[in-house]
Nanobody, 126 residues
Framework: QVQLVESGGGLVQAGGSLRLSCAASRRTFTTYAMGWFRQAPGKEREFVAAIGWSGGSTSYADSVKGRFTISRDNAKNTVYLQMNSLKPEDTAVYYC???????????????????WGQGTQVTVSS
């Protein structure tokens, strides 16, 4: 298993930006596809973005496309989620996840991911 630790969450006004980071514990991170999911109060956890092992293949939920960007730095064992033009409906706990079985083609389904971080809170005020 790979251990994942998210950081970068916080409180921001609508229209602002945040950059989330997810640091992995193992060098085998470089072979994993990585994803970001979020869960708002009273709602189911939903897909946000994912990236393949090389960073060349990405996928985004329609609700964040054009505003969020997922990237990775394999030398640092870290995946990022740059969030711009934030909206109150983006308020949620954000989780990063690792998929060791899908290194090049990122999945939108949470059941394909093997390891999960503890989550970081993002709150967007109006």
């Amino acid at each position: 298993q790979v251990q994942l630790v998210e950081s970068g969450g916080g409180l921001v006004q609508a229209g602002g930006s945040l950059r989330l980071s997810c640091a992995a514990s193992r060098r085998t991170f470089t072979t994993y596809a990585m994803g970001w999911f979020r869960q708002a109060p009273g709602k189911e956890r939903e897909f946000v973005a994912a990236i393949g092992w090389s960073g060349g293949s990405t996928s985004y939920a329609d609700s964040v496309k054009g505003r969020f960007t997922i990237s990775r730095d394999n030398a640092k064992n870290t995946v990022y989620l740059q969030m711009n033009s934030l909206k109150p409906e983006d308020t949620a706990v954000y989780y990063c996840a690792a998929d060791r079985g899908r290194p090049s083609n990122p999945s939108r389904s949470q059941i394909t991911y093997d390891s999960w971080g503890q989550g970081t809170q993002v709150t967007v005020s109006s």
